[in-house]
């Protein structure tokens, strides 16, 4: 194909990466920035063997549901795909993608009469997330922050990201103002040289608690006591400030080994519902706390739990979701490969003051037979796996342990599809209700109910 070849195309529905999707000689072309039902000007910018990628050059038919999009980095920042796209729209589209997944990855799906319910989506869909964690860089004099572009390692500088907290944005904006302040040199991927490399942020606005990390090539400390005095008189909401040391160069990876504890608390408190936890900066948490809330929900009335229940949860993490559900049930016991994320959920367990849970280190395909055999019956299994979805020996358990229902959170609609082909041989695929924890993202989040047969 002839490079910069451009042609029409009608964009017939949206891919699961926030794409359009048209057809080019019966290949698919995955279009950034088109709309279902527009005729846009398509660029190819790459050919694979059976689908080609494209750009948006020129909006023939515009689509009714197209928007100007309200953050002026959108389209360059890869940290949101459909900004361009009306609200109410983004939500039925989240739906459709989970559908196509079932769709393509579910044999037969159309006859397992599977209640897909509408996505439940945001009142205010802006200034959601808890958490930034962003490179930093050099423009000129000046401290700048950002994301990647979508697919490549170019920062776009961003003083303000519309779908963080307001507060996020105000710390850091003022730790770049610090920065400068102290003379501390900015990490330079290019040479090798200066020493910070991100800001990481989290803040919990149901507690008004905030945890600021500062990631360093080195351990280099001489001012990190005096930003951290300055920036907590200017923000009284930080109340916890580490520094981690991540010496690996070569790596993308935000985080090194080692985190010091420079002021402040060790931890800060988030809150569902009357549930509490506490955070250290490696501590897993939800970045939307409002929806978390929302989709803990979704599973309390989807199983209508009962006090003589017994709950597994696979992937626990901090025990999250156990501790929320704990006051509904008999007993609830965890299982996470991570130890850190045990020790959390130990700790949250204590905090919460429950003397129902049981939280293990190890892997679930070995842990949940153990508990078995050693007498306990469990009744539901929640799971909560990463975007790869539940790791084969454990789906193999599954299909032994035949718990009474199981519900699957998913965020990877097409990892869920095949999932659930597997799991359909013991259990009845009941429901599905999406959840909008990442609006103006391409994310959906599932919670599926299913009956053992």
Not at 137 to 145: E, I, L, N, Y
Not at 184 to 199: A, D, H, P, Q
Not at 325 to 351: F, S
Request: aromatic letters at 8%; proline letters at 4%; charged letters at 25%.
């Amino acid at each position: 194909m002839k490079d910069n070849f451009q042609t029409l195309l009608t964009i017939k529905r949206l891919g699961i990466n926030g794409e359009g999707i048209g057809y080019y000689k019966r290949k698919a072309v995955f279009v950034d920035g088109a709309l279902p039902n527009e005729k846009v000007i398509c660029q190819f910018t790459k050919e694979h063997r059976n689908y080609l990628e494209g750009k948006t050059i020129k909006i023939i038919k515009r689509s009714e549901n197209r928007v100007d999009a309200p953050c002026p980095y959108f389209g360059r920042c890869g940290g949101c795909q459909l900004q361009h796209l009306d609200y109410k729209e983004q939500l039925k589209m989240k739906k459709d993608i989970v559908i196509q997944a079932l769709e393509r990855y579910l044999p037969n799906y159309e006859n397992l009469n599977i209640n897909i319910k509408d996505t439940i989506g945001m009142d205010n869909p802006y200034n959601y997330r808890n958490k930034a964690q962003m490179p930093v860089a050099f423009d000129g004099d000046k401290v700048v922050t950002g994301l990647y572009e979508a697919n490549s390692n170019r920062l776009v500088h961003i003083n303000k990201c519309i779908i963080q907290d307001e507060m996020v944005n105000k710390v850091v904006n003022t730790i770049k103002q610090l920065l400068i302040k102290y003379h501390i040199m900015v990490f330079n991927r290019r040479f090798k040289s200066g020493i910070l490399r991100y800001i990481s942020v989290r803040y919990i606005e149901n507690t008004k608690q905030c945890q600021v990390v500062l990631v360093l090539k080195e351990k280099d400390l001489q001012y990190m006591s005096k930003i951290a005095h300055d920036l907590m008189q200017e923000i009284p909401e930080v109340t916890s400030f580490y520094v981690n040391i991540n010496p690996e160069v070569r790596t993308f990876e935000i985080y090194g080994k080692e985190y010091i504890h420079i002021t402040g608390r060790k931890t800060i408190e988030a809150k569902i519902g009357e549930s509490k936890f506490i955070l250290s900066p490696q501590s897993f948490y939800q970045l939307n706390t409002e929806q978390t809330k929302v989709l803990y929900d979704v599973v309390k009335n989807t199983i209508a739990f009962k006090k003589t229940d017994k709950i597994i949860d696979a992937y626990c993490g901090a025990g999250t979701i156990g501790i929320y559900l704990a006051n509904d049930v008999e007993e609830v016991r965890g299982v996470d490969k991570t130890t850190q994320a045990i020790n959390d959920a130990k700790n949250n367990a204590a905090l919460n003051e429950l003397k129902n849970t049981r939280f293990e280190a190890g892997e679930s395909e070995k842990i949940i037979p153990k508990w078995i055999e050693e007498g306990f019956k469990p009744d539901i299994l929640i799971m909560d796996p990463p975007r790869t979805g539940i790791d084969d020996k454990l789906l193999g358990v599954l299909r032994k342990v035949k718990t009474k229902k199981v519900i699957y959170i998913s965020c990877n609609p097409s990892t869920l599809a095949k999932d659930l082909n597997e799991l359909r041989k013991v259990y009845h695929i009941k429901s599905i209700q999406p959840v909008d924890m990442f609006p103006q993202t391409s994310h959906i989040e599932s919670v599926v109910l299913l009956v053992r047969k």
